[in-house]
T-cell receptor, first 109, second 115 residues
Framework: QKEVEQNSGPLSVPEGAIASLNCTYSDRGSQSFFWYRQYSGKSPELIMFIYSNGDKEDGRFTAQLNKASQYVSLLIRDSQPSDSATYLCAAFYGQNFVFGPGTRLSVLP | DTAVSQTPKYLVTQMGNDKSIKCEQNLGHDTMYWYKQDSKKFLKIMFSYNNKELIINETVPNRFSPKSPDKAHLNLHINSLELGDSAVYFC??????????????FGSGTRLTVV
């Protein structure tokens, strides 16, 4: 069974700190991983994706992938209150994405 | 110039009724999806169409029937609505260029409440 797991949180960090969001996946068949942000009452929006082992940086966001450990993470530097949302990790399995339950992040001013 | 549009945004209906949700995308994507997001925020795939052909049909009650008249539209019809059908339904589209391409573009969602 293809599963994606995340700590549901809430994860609370002070403004300006680094927020670290983690995700594990059960099936090694997935080769690509995506992070989405969902504000309350809104639809998910893509933040970034990663295919290769290692780090990928985009502005304040860094995605990290370790295929041997089946582990994906998202780091948000200089966290802002506007980053407060639910972050969904998704693994692509050939025809569709399997989503994790999301981690709720709260950035405190 | 909305990329993926769903209607209606809110739908409140009584048990036993039949209802439809419409979805249209103007991105030229080949693949469209229906996902259900329950109260715990879990997004689960229901159906997927690629160029009007059904390619994914997860374990969903047969009261749910998707219909894709062309590759820009994917509608969802639900018969005999039950209380447990209450959720947010998201339409999405993608243009995969291997390995999931650039991900999904989601519609704004339809909040269905069955009373």
């Amino acid at each position: 069974q293809k599963e994606v797991e995340q700590n549901s949180g809430p994860l609370s960090v002070p403004e300006g700190a680094i927020a670290s969001l983690n995700c594990t996946y059960s099936d090694r068949g997935s080769q690509s991983f995506f992070w989405y942000r969902q504000y309350s009452g809104k639809s998910p929006e893509l933040i970034m994706f990663i295919y290769s082992n290692g780090d990928k940086e985009d502005g304040r966001f860094t995605a990290q992938l370790n295929k041997a450990s089946q582990y994906v993470s998202l780091l948000i530097r200089d966290s802002q209150p506007s980053d407060s949302a639910t972050y969904l990790c998704a693994a692509f399995y050939g025809q569709n994405f399997v989503f994790g339950p999301g981690t709720r992040l709260s950035v405190l001013p | 110039d909305t990329a993926v549009s769903q209607t209606p945004k809110y739908l409140v209906t009584q048990m036993g009724n039949d209802k439809s949700i419409k979805c249209e995308q103007n991105l030229g994507h080949d693949t469209m999806y229906w996902y259900k997001q329950d109260s715990k925020k879990f997004l689960k795939i229901m159906f997927s169409y690629n160029n009007k052909e059904l390619i994914i049909n997860e374990t969903v009650p047969n009261r749910f029937s998707p219909k894709s008249p062309d590759k820009a539209h994917l509608n969802l019809h639900i018969n005999s609505l039950e209380l447990g059908d209450s959720a947010v339904y998201f339409c999405a589209s993608s243009q995969e260029v291997g390995q999931g391409g650039y991900g999904y573009t989601f519609g704004s969602g339809t909040r269905l409440t069955v009373v």
